[in-house]
């Protein structure tokens, strides 16, 4: 792991009116780490997320963002079009629904194949076989390459979005509730693939989730939200196996066993 | 080299904040240190601590008071205070783990939930696999399991699952909690010199062993909890 | 005119007419871009070409010289039509030869005679906005133009080529003006696609129904969008044509009777008719059957 971070947030805090959607959040992501951000609906895990991601711009605060060059840049300081191609580089982001962040009606080829050509790839049998090789990685037989993401199962579509995402090798990506709705057998072959491609390509990662297993199969690190604030951070073994805040305790009191 | 592992004046209660907040004191003025090459052994009855003191040591539970000092990148680290990517780093590189229970992953064979601490570390996959495959084959775990997530195995082979795992490094502390809990005989002998050699190694090992022959076979000391337990709803 | 009532010159307003030259002057200055206008109400439904004939109207003069074209053809309804409507309206001098109309308003066509500085080019646009197709949000298509991000435009020819082994778009091909905007050249079959390149015409885009006004200006880069591997290619055809013996001009195929006997011939029927009255062709017209044996690729 490097000594510099990937990801610097300070006093972010983003006010619906006077509604708070997240308060005074800071942290700091290195390379190759996961962050698990959990709370219950509401809590102002998504808000924050969409915040760090720009799809929603904070009401005060900075996240400043290592880029390739070694230099941190304040993503709400960057022109529109540095964030988008941000976006579509070194980021990902995987959508709990994968209608949200697939091309429904065109093929599983071109969803993948989409972000090279966006950076200026132009020849299709490369693009084709780049396309090839990532869903196999995410165990997508290559016969279905020409197939539109609508014939695909949850599990499937999840599973495209998540090659559509890592195939211009991002270092950082965001993932929201990435196997909620999924059935228990396909939330975990997901996860496993999930885990394995975190740390094959040394991603950084922050997964926002509800589900504390996903927490603890995923994530380095854990941070509890209520109420739009920060309750408690650490390690995720120590979070969940002694867990210090009152309302951390009952998060983790109200697990079902199985 | 500095002593791998010196526990100062540690202490741990539980608050139970759904339980109107009451405060259940575990142990206080827990202060040990283990050297190079030696096995301590905790003692004590059931309840006494132990394992809330191997877990503090691992970071895997917060520490209300005193310091647990580790060597890590040149300098003395206080795991008691250490931010988690330390903490990460010093469990990378510095503390193994054996836990009483197997914390399965779906889908993920015994053989690479065994070569995944080395792969971690850098080691070649193919490497990490083979020597994985040698300390299983050494922990009499039939090879036809090896592909196999250890979710459905027995308790003894997910124990031995759990010890080539944690032995398959060459962390220069270990912490053992009651690795030998469900084995039979012979594969208990086999642990055992498994810490034997260990130790050779200059590995400092904190353990629990609740068999009185194994704890004689490895123990170079006992360290005594109940020295350290609190009487109930004191704890400073 | 001896009505009591007459129309202002060319049909619409003065006022109007500057607000749609102004859309066209920065059309002109930013090539390929969509400038949005203030549509008005025709006296013809959309989709007749409502936006090519405001365009023609706001900048046609007493002196300049209109010809009208739908698929290549003078002699279409809706080319009748439109010709006849500024004949009423302007009263402008009229013509079928490409070579005199100091401005042409087309439908689906350029025609074949190469076009000369000084001439304008008026295209009639069904939807103007060639990434429709794949991002149906005008908020996000405005923003991809805004910020150059045009890989989508070569998702649809990955599909097509996914699909059927080549780019089997062959109309409205997307092109990129100037090394900036990807713009969608109006139906025009992607043969015409290299004549817009360099042209020395004023090329304008008028699309009435979605109020968008864009233009190429003369002498500018218009590329093809393509993949390396998989090149640009126009259209060619087996055959000459049927009735000028013309090779390397676009053919449309005539049926000639209820047995499947066709013919392919010109589509520009000016150019046509040129090269018939310089003594060209009609050695196949007497044979249709045998051009019907070798059907062209299929033009749309």
Known sequence: MSDIPLLKVKALSKFYGSRIGCQNVAFELWPGEVLAVVGESGSGKTTLLDCLATRLAPSTGSVEYRMRDGQFRDLYRMSEAERRFLMRTDWGFVHQNPADGLRMSVSAGANVGERLMAVGDRHYGKIRATATDWLGRVEIAADRIDDQPRAFSGGMRQRLQIARNLVTNPRLIFMDEPTGGLDVSVQARLLDLLRGLVSDLGLAAIVVTHDLAVARLLSHRMMVMKDGHIVETGLTDRVLDDPQAPYTQLLVSSILQV | ?236 | MTELATYNFAYLDEQTKRMIRRAILKAIAIPGYQVPFASREMPMPYGWGTGGVQVTAAVIGPNDMLKVIDQGADDTTNAVSIRAFFQKVSNVRVTTKTTEATIIQTRHRIPETALQAGQTLVYQVPIPEPLRFLEPRETETRKMHALEEYGLMHVKLYEDIARHGRIATTYAYPVKVEGRYVMDPSPTPKFDNPKMHQSPALQLFGAGREKRIYAIPPYTEVVSLDFEDHPFEIQTFSEPCALCGAKGSYLDEVILDDKGGSMFVCSDTDFCEDRQAEGNGDHLSANPAQAAANPAEAAE
């Open chain 2, 1 to 236: 080299m500095p002593t791998p592992l010196v526990v100062s004046d540690v202490a741990k209660s539980f608050t139970m904040h759904l339980r109107d907040g009451i405060r259940l004191p575990v142990v206080a003025n827990v202060s040990f240190s283990i050297k190079a090459g030696e096995c301590a052994v905790l003692g004590g009855p059931s309840g006494a601590g132990k394992s809330s003191i191997l877990k503090m040591v691992y970071g895997n539970y917060a520490v209300d008071r005193g310091q647990i000092i580790v060597p890590y990148r040149d300098r003395l680290v206080d795991v008691a205070a250490a931010d988690p990517r330390t903490m990460l780093g010093i469990r990378r590189d510095m503390i193994g783990y054996v836990s009483q229970f197997l914390r399965t992953v779906p889908r993920v064979s015994a053989l690479d939930v065994v070569a995944e601490p080395l792969i971690a570390r850098g080691v070649d996959r193919k490497d990490a696999r083979d020597k994985a495959g040698s300390l299983l084959a050494g922990l009499n775990l039939p090879e036809r399991l090896w592909s196999l997530p250890p979710a459905t195995f027995s308790g003894g082979e997910q124990q031995r699952v759990n010890i080539a795992r944690g032995f398959i490094t060459d962390h220069p502390i270990l912490l053992l909690d009651e690795p030998t809990a469900s084995l039979d005989a012979k594969n208990r002998d086999v642990v055992v010199s498994m810490i034997q050699q260990k130790k050779d190694t200059g590995v400092a090992m904190l353990g629990i062993f609740h068999d009185q022959d194994v704890r004689e076979a490895v123990a170079d000391r006992i360290v005594d909890v109940t020295a350290f337990s609190v009487p109930n709803g004191v704890a400073a």
